[in-house]
């Protein structure tokens, strides 16, 4: 399994910003596709967004299009979340698939290596 680590959790207000970083060896990052995942309270676990392994092609969920962007350089992949609404609260996982592909999946059967995850809480 790939090794990711997951950090830039935290408390925030509505419509208050947060980066999230995945962080993984080079080799993962240039060999992998990989998305960011997050489970509320009570729900099931939810693609969020996604990136190629050659960092090419990104999406995203309906619910975070045009508020979250999903990028990479490295050695990390960031989520970062711009206009935050108390109902991204939730556990925000990084998970890997070691494949190269242009496209990538939100859907969790995909992903093979998962991060410990990361809580994000907005609230006021």
């Known amino acids: 399994q790939l090794q990711l680590v997951e950090s830039g959790g935290g408390l925030v207000h509505p419509g208050g910003s947060l980066r999230l970083s995945c962080a993984a060896d080079r080799h993962t990052i240039l060999f992998a596709r990989i998305a960011w995942f997050r489970q509320a309270p009570g729900k099931g676990r939810e693609g969020v967004s996604c990136?190629?392994?050659?960092?090419?092609y990104t999406t995203y969920a309906d619910s975070v299009k045009s508020r979250f962007t999903i990028s990479k350089d490295e050695n990390l992949v960031y989520l970062e979340m711009n206009n935050l609404k108390p109902e991204d609260t939730g556990v925000y996982y990084c998970a890997a698939q070691k494949k190269v592909d242009y496209i990538c999946s939100l859907s969790s059967d995909v992903y093979d290596s998962w991060g410990q995850g990361t809580q994000v809480t907005v609230s006021s």
């Open positions: 990136i190629g392994s050659n960092g090419g």
